[in-house]
């Protein structure tokens, strides 16, 4: 025999074993007709067990979720945002078209259908060229 002392720990992982192995090896009427016999209401049990597996897998799900959010927020926290420029709209069309006057810039815009442009237009235009380096913003430094 083994010299080994068992702790309680070690006592109670056995009895939770053997446990486990008598219920696994029991069919489930045998486990419902033991449920009944002991006073339990299997529905009841059953309901108790479903509702606590539903928790665990909500509990998963939100710490997936708060991960992913945090990982978003990093990965946004990196992005670096331009200050906007304090000058406005019809600030920003004049120096649109000063550059599209230009005689090295190879570059022309066409409008659809020969509409007239929105403001939105114009200020996604603006930022594009900003960000490819063509116009330069107050705030470039340049």
């Given at each position: 025999m083994s010299s080994v002392k068992r702790t309680s720990a070690d006592k109670f992982k056995a009895l939770r074993k053997a446990?486990?192995?008598?219920v696994l090896s029991m069919t489930d009427e045998?486990?419902?007709?033991?449920?009944?016999?002991q006073?339990?209401?299997p529905g009841h049990i059953a309901l108790m067990m479903r509702t606590k597996a539903l928790d665990a897998i909500t509990t998963v799900r939100k710490q997936k979720l708060k991960n992913i959010r945090d990982n978003l927020n990093a990965a946004q926290a990196k992005?670096?945002?331009r200050p906007t420029t304090s000058f406005g709209i019809?600030?920003?069309?004049?120096?649109i078209m000063a550059f599209l006057s230009e005689p090295d810039t190879n570059f022309s815009l066409a409008f659809r259908n020969g509409e007239k442009q929105s403001d939105s237009d114009w200020e996604t235009l603006?930022?594009?060229l900003v960000e490819q380096g063509l116009i330069k913003d107050?705030?470039?430094?340049d």
């Open positions: 446990v486990a192995d008598e045998e486990i419902i007709t033991d449920a009944r016999d006073g339990l209401d992005t670096i945002k019809e600030e920003k069309k004049k120096r603006w930022d594009d107050e705030h470039s430094g």
